[in-house]
């Protein structure tokens, strides 16, 4: 199977800035898309970004203009850069890849807390 580790996230002034990074091993050939998801406390995990192999990315509204997601293929590697960020971005932030016949396989989640 694949395994994903996270890092990245911690504590930051609203209009700060992180980078979240996700490294994936194990069966990384059985990879498609790779992405970031989030969820706030009492809220449902929602999508931020996603991208696939060949680098098509798409966004929530919610984040366009102010997240970029990309990728290395070579590392197997899915990252999150974070801009202008604000207190709504605050949640638990989770890597995911999707895989051939196989779905979706999540990481341990990073915390994200933007302070007003």
Same mark, same amino acid.
């Given at each position: 199977?694949?395994?994903?580790?996270?890092? $990245? $996230?911690g *504590?930051?002034?609203?209009?700060g800035s992180?980078? *979240?990074?996700?490294?994936?091993s194990?069966s990384?050939?059985?990879?498609?898309?790779?992405?970031?998801?989030?969820?706030a406390?009492?809220?449902q995990?929602?999508l931020v970004a %996603? =991208?696939t192999?060949?680098?098509? %990315?798409n966004? @929530?509204d919610?984040?366009? $203009?102010?997240f970029? =997601?990309? $990728?290395?293929?070579a590392?197997? @590697?899915?990252?999150?850069q974070?801009n202008? *960020?604000?207190?709504?971005? %605050? @949640?638990?932030?989770y890597?995911?890849?999707?895989?051939?016949? *196989?779905g979706?396989?999540w990481g341990?989640?990073?915390?994200v %807390?933007?302070s007003?």
């Open positions: 199977q694949v395994q994903l580790v996270e890092s $990245g $996230g *504590l930051v002034q609203a209009g992180l980078r *979240l990074s996700c490294l994936a194990g990384v050939f059985l990879i498609n898309d790779m992405g970031w998801y989030r969820q406390p009492g809220k995990r929602e %996603t =991208i192999r060949r680098g098509g %990315t966004y @929530a919610s984040v366009k $203009g102010r970029t =997601i990309s $990728g290395d293929n590392k197997n @590697a899915v990252y999150l974070m202008s *960020l604000k207190p709504e971005d %605050t @949640a638990v932030y890597c995911n890849v999707k895989l051939t016949l *196989l979706d396989v341990q989640g990073t915390q %807390t933007v007003s």
